[in-house]
């Protein structure tokens, strides 16, 4: 339990983080229409509905969102027993939302624009609705390079198909180049989370991000396929070299755009192969299920701690 | 009905046009595992699946793909009255995937990354059935430049955001550039489709393919903006007179992959607003609701015609 000087050490350090834009245009906007999750500030009390939030988990699959509710909620005690997790974005079926006292959990389908699109309405959703030390975590999948399959890697640093920390964009027809930087503490905070859970081999290490699943990172297996094994082999190589522990479609843009707004940000993919070994994904779907739920339960427990030294 | 000879004519074209991978590696495949369908040759007989399909539709979302097999069932006679159409792809919620006698739907998602990984899976899974005489259609929705709201526009080319007919991806570290042709003819005859249905306005004209909905459409209204009203008119204005008519987010991937892989391709897409009049869509749903089902209309008219004539 918190002292009481604690607790309002917490609340100032709270009011200090209200969730920030860097667009002045959202604060004039008489309603602000969430197109893609089927929600608006005039048919919709944001601030009620999510002002409680502190903890914002995204991941690609609707379902494994859902599921990630069930489980924080049953795990934290945070809802009834046997209580439902009804979908808030049931208007639309571009994302999944699911929320569980402090615990806010969203789909962002595959991809850099998918998750872009998300999280700029995630985004004017937590300001809104007003909220306040929010910490931002991706739960997802990845390829792995040197790891057994089914480890769990927290992302140092967000990297290019180069091996560069950036996240470049297009804006006005022009390239605008955006870092990718994490928060440290908050990997170390997961870190120590893994440690002490010890149910799986978690490491912290560089993830790439793509923007193909099949060319993009060296893929035999494509519909379209222009180079070698070997010369496959040699990028892998170069990537681990660099630090890159595993690849996924994602993290670049959710780094920048949460350091951008100055939300604390973190990403934990388990990783389903070794590329080093293959490209195809061909573990029995019980081993699949069981790997995915790995980010869930590091960051459940993460949760978990943080509430109760809240 | 068809003659005998134009039927023979029909067959030849059609073994001449088999669905063609760029990547000698699949042939050699003792399995391969199509991973974000569910779906996989050692488990599925894709062949007696899949091998009749001559018209595959593609969209953005799963709720529109499924409403859109109902459609083109029901309007041309493909099935029973009131038959269902599963999700084929019901292993998995990355896409969904439904099918009437020759027709496939399915559901991309949002952005390129997520078209380009279901087109990977898709042209593998013609292959593997040993599909001929394909042609691929994307039905999707858009935002206009200059057009009034409900208009549909068949793109004559895929631009980027500087413009170009480029598709540019990194490829074991290197930028590749692809061009985003499409097939005229086949604009010509969905262009005369919409004349005989004379249901809306639908125009021919170049289709702006970005990687993100707000910053990267020149959007006043996402969590961030570093731009004026006047920098954003200014950019709508050179794109309409580099001929863009609409913007959206999949056709450039679209349309080199199925150029690579020598599929007949169109896209087609409704515009939800005018661009040049605001960014956010503020139609009440059901307007919203008949604009999504014009190119489903005009493509269903389409398919009418082609199964009529072959």
């Known amino acids: 339990m918190a002292?009481?000087?604690?607790?309002t050490k917490e609340l100032e350090k709270d009011k200090a983080s209200f969730v920030q834009l860097c667009n002045p245009n959202i604060a004039t906007l008489k309603e602000d229409v969430l197109y893609h999750f089927g929600l608006s500030t005039s048919t919709h009390d944001l601030?009620?509905?999510?002002?409680?939030?502190?903890?914002v988990c995204v991941g690609g699959s609707p379902s494994r969102m859902k599921a990630f509710i069930k489980y924080v909620s049953s795990e934290l005690g945070l809802g009834r027993p046997g209580e439902?997790?009804?979908?808030?974005?049931?208007g639309t079926d571009r994302y999944a939302m699911f929320k569980a006292g402090p615990v806010l959990s969203v789909s962002h389908g595959m991809g850099v624009p998918s998750i872009a699109i998300m999280l700029h309405?995630?985004?004017?959703?937590?300001?809104?609705?007003?909220c306040s030390g929010v910490t931002v975590i991706r739960i997802g999948t990845s390829g792995g390079i040197g790891l057994e399959p089914g480890s769990v890697v927290i992302t140092r640093q967000?990297?290019?198909a180069r091996f560069k920390p950036e996240f470049e964009q297009v804006v006005l027809g022009k390239r605008v180049v955006r870092r990718t930087d994490l928060d440290e503490q908050l990997v170390r905070e997961l870190s120590e989370c893994a440690e002490g859970l010890r149910e799986f081999t978690t490491v912290v290490g560089n993830t790439m991000c793509t923007l193909d699943f099949?060319?993009?990172q060296g893929r035999l297996d494509g519909a379209l396929c222009c180079y070698t094994e070997a010369e496959k082999q040699a990028y892998l190589q170069a990537a681990h070299t660099a630090g890159?522990?595993?690849i996924?479609?994602?993290?670049?843009?959710?780094?920048?755009?949460?350091?951008?707004?100055?939300?604390?940000?973190a990403v934990v993919c388990v990783t389903l192969l070794d590329r080093l070994e293959g490209d195809q994904i061909r573990s029995p779907h019980e081993v699949l299920a069981e790997y995915q739920q790995r980010p869930q339960r590091l960051v459940g427990h993460f949760i978990r701690k943080c509430l109760a030294g809240a």
């Open 244 to 246: 890159v522990r595993n």
């Open 248 to 265: 996924e479609m994602e993290s670049s843009v959710f780094a920048a755009m949460c350091s951008a707004c100055g939300l604390r940000a």
């Open 84 to 90: 439902d997790h009804p979908n808030i974005c049931a």
């Open 121 to 130: 309405e995630l985004f004017k959703l937590l300001y809104h609705a007003r």
């Open 47 to 55: 601030p009620a509905m999510f002002g409680d939030v502190k903890f």
């Open 214 to 216: 099949y060319e993009g």
């Open 3 to 7: 002292s009481a000087g604690n607790q």
């Open 158 to 160: 967000s990297v290019d």
